[in-house]
């Protein structure tokens, strides 16, 4: 017997509205954008936070902020859902966080790093920071990491693209936290 | 005590060579894209499966082939290492690889779907099948899939960018794999 498979339509698709997904609450994670240079990433991040509903994006250094038409092309509405806030110096903020019990995790391919998947739920609140498509994580901002956690890969490149990196830690660190936490959110059949 | 991390440098961060890593056991996956509009998608995805170590993307439809220079932007030479065919229809390759024992898996939104987790060492070899950023995959290619597979989203958007879902999927397979299967590939820590 084969099974049947049918795509599900616009309105099939039980999403919240955009008023509905700020009030609800969220996963308890952070993702920190610092210079970023491709505004399509920073738009591509934009649209994964929004799908795995997590607290907010900080973005710091010279990533670009909404509205930027570059942004909103990957974004495709996520700037209008998924909140964010811009402070020049990643330090600040970074320290605050850390204040209110965040634990800081850069992703990142350096030494003493944990694989991103054995993130517990003592990690959460976390706050993950994504550096610079080429050079990574300034080396001062990776100083403020707790945990540095890295994406295994098996092949000749040297890295990921940053906004596909972030799809994979996102996905996980959600993952994680679901899986060894009593739901408190809105019920889903998925994971 | 605060943990030290230290960015790898290009030859700090162990890598094969293209000539190594054409040579070398691949994970059982296949990635096939159909009717991929964007270029920059089909360069993001080569890059994955390079990180991956998947045995090879098959083209198919309109998804255009290297080389093409939007294509080599976003693959950033994963164009040279992982290998590729293409075929203008999918069933005909659809209906060969499931002759060789491969699970078709389409990546969708779809009734009767699967979350992407919950793949089994079972359904390896495993052809995994995506689809256009808007319309998704063919509902005559959906046919010949043996399962969807679908990624959970919690917000506002219907669906994540496709080089995004392709490697978050690809990720979970490969861990998945490596998780049930007695390691048969060159030694690495992480995983």
Redesign the interface.
């Known amino acids: 017997m ?7 339509q ?1 309105d099939e ?1 039980a ?4 008023n509905d ?1 700020v009030r609800m609450e969220k ?1 308890p994670v952070i993702v920190m954008l610092h210079n970023i240079r491709s505004m399509y990433n920073v738009g ?1 991040v934009f ?7 997590i607290e907010r994006i900080i973005i710091t250094g010279y990533t670009a902020t909404p509205p930027r038409k570059e942004i909103d092309k ?1 974004a ?3 700037q209008e ?2 909140q964010w806030e811009y402070f020049s110096r990643p330090e600040e903020v970074l320290g605050k966080l850390k204040d209110q019990g965040f634990t800081i995790c ?1 992703l ?6 944990t ?1 991103y ?1 054995e993130v517990g739920i003592e990690n959460f609140p976390m706050c993950l920071v994504l550096g610079n498509e080429v050079e ?2 300034d ?1 001062e901002v ?2 403020f ?4 956690l ?9 890295s ?2 940053v ?6 830690a996102l ?2 660190m ?2 994680i936290f679901r899986q060894q936490q009593v739901p408190v ?1 809105r019920e ?1 059949s ?2």
């Open positions: 084969t099974m049947s498979f049918r795509k599900l616009g698709i999403r919240p509205s955009v997904y996963h591509s649209r994964t936070a929004d799908a795995t509903a990957t495709l509405g996520a859902s998924v850069g990142e391919i350096a030494e003493n790093s694989p998947t990574g994580i080396s990776l100083q990491c707790d945990y540095v890295e994406i295994p890969q098996f092949g000749t490149k040297h990921l693209n906004s596909v990196a972030a799809g994979i996905y996980e959600v993952k959110f889903i998925k994971f």
